[in-house]
């Protein structure tokens, strides 16, 4: 039996199919954890953005615009679904992981409130946006393209990208893990927290050129 056809008579699903599989597994693994990122440093990005005399109410601010990214996940869905139904999955996988690196990279890069002023923290609110409108896109975008792909394993190839997707939970909490022991409290505060977006943003931009090299579904 060659490599490809071991593949497939294990599991079902041809070499070529677990690397799109993967690729697709992988994009959805970095965009939670861009998404995650920011509860993990949410007390450094409310001093930062959202300055106020109380730093619980800072706090409670920057975890307010956390859930701002949630509510336009739906939306996110709606509008990336009907593009990907009427242009192709390729196109919008290759969008949505590129604006939600974006998104990121500019959270990582975004000068505070002490220099900006309100703008920086609307910036923020508009970025956060940014990346719950991609992360809505990239699920259900992720899950339509790999079963096209591998039909045979429907059930296993959705319930590989959700394990892919708890995986960038994890390497989001490790990041914010190694960061807070590895740096005091006030150079995390300064600078320390956006290592962890930068290094998502990096993250993001292997798996945008990795994509570049997928193909679009037969099904479509």
Same mark, same amino acid.
């Given at each position: 039996?060659?490599?490809?056809?071991?593949?497939?008579?294990?599991?079902?699903?041809?070499?070529?199919? /677990?690397? +799109?599989?993967?690729?697709?597994?992988?994009? %959805?693994?970095?965009?939670?954890?861009?998404?995650?990122?920011?509860? +993990?440093?949410?007390?450094?990005?409310?001093?930062?953005?959202?300055? +106020?005399?109380? !730093?619980?109410?800072?706090?409670?601010?920057?975890?307010?615009?956390?859930?701002?990214?949630?509510?336009?996940?739906?939306?996110?869905?709606? &509008?990336?679904?009907?593009?990907?139904?009427?242009? %192709?999955? $390729? $196109?919008?996988?290759?969008?949505?992981?590129?604006?939600?690196?974006?998104?990121?990279?500019?959270?990582?890069?975004?000068?505070?409130?002490?220099? /900006?002023?309100? =703008?920086?923290?609307?910036?923020? &609110?508009?970025?956060?946006?940014?990346?719950?409108?991609?992360?809505?896109?990239?699920? !259900?975008?992720?899950? +339509?393209?790999?079963?096209?792909?591998?039909?045979?394993?429907?059930?296993?190839? =959705?319930?590989?990208?959700?394990?892919?997707?708890?995986?960038?939970? =994890?390497?989001?909490?490790?990041?914010?893990?190694? &960061?807070?022991?590895?740096?005091? !409290?006030?150079?995390? =505060?300064? /600078? %320390? /927290?956006?290592?962890?977006?930068?290094? %998502?943003?990096?993250?993001?931009?292997?798996?945008?050129?990795? $994509?570049?090299?997928?193909?679009?579904?037969?099904?479509?």
């Amino acid at each position: 039996m060659t490599g490809d056809a071991a593949a497939i008579g294990r599991t079902g699903i041809g070499r070529s199919e /677990w690397r +799109t599989i993967v690729l697709s597994s992988l994009g %959805g693994a970095l965009e939670f954890y861009d998404f995650v990122i920011y509860s +993990t440093f949410a007390q450094y990005i409310g001093d930062a953005f959202f300055k +106020t005399r109380n !730093p619980l109410t800072s706090l409670m601010l920057a975890f307010t615009v956390f859930a701002v990214g949630y509510v336009a996940r739906p939306v996110g869905g709606v &509008v990336f679904s009907h593009f990907g139904d009427r242009y %192709g999955r $390729r $196109r919008v996988f290759i969008v949505s992981i590129f604006m939600m690196t974006l998104a990121t990279v500019a959270m990582g890069l975004l000068p505070g409130y002490a220099k /900006w002023g309100a =703008a920086a923290t609307v910036a923020m &609110v508009l970025l956060r946006l940014v990346q719950g409108f991609s992360l809505g896109g990239e699920l !259900p975008g992720a899950i +339509t393209y790999v079963v096209e792909t591998a039909p045979r394993k429907a059930g296993f190839s =959705a319930g590989f990208i959700f394990f892919c997707v708890n995986t960038g939970v =994890a390497i989001a909490s490790v990041i914010g893990f190694t &960061v807070e022991k590895l740096l005091t !409290p006030d150079q995390v =505060a300064a /600078w %320390g /927290w956006r290592i962890g977006f930068l290094f %998502g943003g990096l993250l993001g931009f292997v798996s945008f050129y990795m $994509r570049l090299s997928l193909t679009e579904t037969e099904e479509f």
